[in-house]
């Protein structure tokens, strides 16, 4: 990773044992057969994070997945690592209690946008809130894809679909918003079809100590197919992205003869928020610098607001916020570490004789 | 009891010998009859020391009473402080070596409009000088500190029972409030009880008044006045409660001082008044050698899960989300990191058990606690933990519903819950502790089945458990059991280059799967609630195989039951034709009844269940002994719906949902009639057809 000028932090990994052995895809590939269907944005990303994890370096035994219910959610059976495929919804709390009993664990969250956002909502804020050290990719494809194609918590208003023939009345979430609503300490969004942006992104979240969350759009060819293509099709791409780099302004679109995109980012005195302008119209001071790393939430927000809530013509894509903020697992290992820390406490004599002594308190008396 | 009955609500002169208040305030109660007190700190005395110097602090002009228990109820706004007094008059009591049980009853509001009716919050303790069972059915004391308090308990109390009320509040404005159109302190309506009235609160007022108090503050400490006249009156021993102030009230001097002059204060009126003529003595009880220790239901049952950690060697996390009448147990844990303990106090129910599900897996004592709504959120949950075979400790201190349904107050009716409410054929071990204390041992065992079966279990408590409490005898370490989490380090399939490790090989003789957990090298597995396949634990679509797997979860909780002891029946002669079976906290109650009818000189026979899934192996063969069985429940008959369905007997259910705990004397007479039907005999429990002046409850 770049230097990001930070004091040196805790990194998200730094607790989990190191391997020198090489590794490489294959050995974080289960036996099982890999049943999505053809065409699926999730094969992608399995590949993706496959050939990623070996970066790492960290033991195989050391690394859990957990996931929800959903079709991205049987992700766990096709990596070799320890795995969890649990209820709907609840793949965050199951995380929560898997990273507070073990710091020496790499735990990952694989889940979608009905899987986190409409049942298991509630658990996804406050796991963002607490900032428990793990990471969580939400494939998003606006759509339930494992029921067979009702609307989801992040399809378009108006949406056709089998529980809603004259079209879904529900306006959707934006999973960048509400994280940010949330102060989630690290959000990103990617993209499945970008290997070389989702790996980078992965890197960067798993380098996270807090809860990461990166929405992954991910294609469902056979519920909601083309949902993303205004920002894959290399005829509209550049005008539909809105890349966010850290102290990079924030500028696409076509490039100019200067080699800069056409459009830029500004503030816009009006809402408080940001605007899309001609570069060519602005001077390049006034052009938004994109800050990660503020400790306020709002610009990014700001930023966050900039995806289209309708058929997805524009979104803004990268890292929107990466700050440090003290973790709920660390926390609470410390609390019990303190609590712990008398003489000679790991043994289990010692155990044995404060639970005599602590049952046996109180007002007591002795029959003889 | 042969006091005078005051008809005006007015205060008893504070000083009747004319001793300037102050002065008797400034008495130490204990002191002021020259005795010596045993020093706060040395805790062990025996029984008999603690007796002498009881008999000793009698003020000679007063005449004392033998008694052989008493049941005195506390009851006032639940702003006055009622369940503190009881908590403090239950340690000096336990303190003095009586055997007591207690029931404290408290509204579901935080708090209620005062002076009201639903307002009003009691605490009962019922002590001896022998062995009880139960908290007692009906008060021969009752203190009310408010007419709501007078009368929501009046119909409780029996003919000539004592009532001693703070006639301070018996304004026409609170009167009202209790639904009173007339004072029942004036005219007769009170005549036939031992009435005394007392303003406790103006006395109380005077006796603090020299630490400048406001006199909302002074007031307040008309609990403890109330306190120090009943200690005295039954010759508790006063300093564990000065002790406890002193430590309560460290940080705000001016109110410790307050309440421990209350205190003294209450004790000097009953020592000087000539109001109270009459001291009582209850002798202490024999109970079996050992170390003892008044505990509640909820904390027996925190400690309990935490020596099931130690035992084990696993560090105990708890997810939960605040519910009465469980939260005590989340607030005693957190207590308690030092062990290791890990509280997570999660975004609802759900998050609570998910969290606990996830420590397990990573290889910690996953627990979650909770009453019978919560358990509703977790069910699919806890179905996850039986799919995937992790060891879960589900503690559900029941409460009345359904629905929110009556929040502090106890119930058994979550039974088919923890049996049965789950999706698909879900099996889930059940234990269930019989009292207070018995939560400690309860516990334990909970955590013992979940560890060793690799599974959920169910620990039913109830809100009586919970709150109630009793001398428990303090157990030994070496009375516990050793639970081994047994650990999987090494493959267990095929050898050399092709060895595997598959998640779902058994052990065979307790069906338990092995329990890997991640940083094992080597035994990287994913586990879920998808069918997995006999063995390897892959997804498996396979009819036979899932009617295997059915079949084979369910073995395994029945083989539980090979772990157990045979049933403890109690049937003294073996001449028992009628067996009264229960479960949970109608043991008190059903022994109690079951004493009352032997004592009339019949035979019954009586049994209780600790393990309701699966019920222990010589259970069918106990019920085949007997003509009849009798099942009391505070529930509509569930676990006579079980026992029928898997023993095809015919049990006889006597069922309440009073929230309240069952009461002994209806018991007897329920089992009396059984024990006359089964005998074909004339069943006579009228108290002179029993022996003793009083019951043994
Ligand atoms: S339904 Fe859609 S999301 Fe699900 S596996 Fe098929 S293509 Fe993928």
Redesign the pocket.
Known sequence: MTDLGLPALRSGTESVPTTDEKQTGKDFTSDQEVR??P????YAVLKAVQSFLPDLGLRRENIVFVSGIG??SRFPYYLDTYGMHSIHGRAPTIATGIATAREDLSVWVVTGDGDALSIGGNHLIHTLRRNVNMTILLFN?R?Y??T?GQYSPTSETGKVTKSTPMGSLDHPFNPVSLALGAEATFVARTIDSDRKHLTSVLAAAAAHRGTSLVEIY?N?????DGAFDAIKSPDTKADAIIPLVHGEPVLFGAPLEDGRGAKALVRDEETGGVKVVATADVAAEDILVHDAHNPDPTMAFAISRLTDSGYLNTSPIGIFRQVQRPTYDDAAREQVASATTVPGDDDAADRSARLAALIGGGDTWTIL | MAAGRARAPTAYALTPRGAHPTEAVRHDPCHTTGVEVVPQGRKARSALDRRLSSLLVVAPEKEVKQLDRVIIRFAGDSGDGMQLTGDRFTQETAAFGNDLVTLPNFPAEIRAPQGTLPGVSSFQVHFADHDILTAGDAPDVLVAMNPAALRANLGDLPKGATIIVDTHDFTARNLTKAGYTENPLDGDTLAEYALHTVDLTGMTIEAVKEFGLSRKDASRAKNMFALGLLSWMYGRPTETTNAFLAKRFAKVPDIRDANVAAFKAGWNFGETTEAFVVRYEIKPAKMAPGHYRNITGNLALSYGLIAGGVQSGLSVFLGSYPITPASDILHELSKHKGFGVTTFQAEDEIAGVGAAIGASFAGQLGVTTTSGPGVALKSEAVGLAVMTELPLVVVDVQRGGPSTGLPTKTEQADLMQAMFGRNGEAPVPIVAPQSPGDCFAAAVEAVRIAVTYRTPVMLLSDGYLANGSEPWRIPGLDELPTIDPDFATEKNQGSGDDAEFWPYLRDEATLARPWAIPGTPGLEHRIGGLEKGDGHGNISYDPANHDFMVRTRQAKVDRIADSLPPLEVDDPTGDAKVLVLGWGSTYGPIGAGVRRVRKAGYHVAQAHLRHLNPFPNDLGEVLKRYDKVLVPEMNLGQLSLLLRAKYLVDVVGYNEVRGLPLKAAVLADVIGGLVADAEGIDVDLTPASIQQESHDD
């Open positions: 999505w269907c065409g699926c944005g999730d079709c991205s494809n759509i894809g494992l067979k991910q469902c060819p056979i519920f909601n």
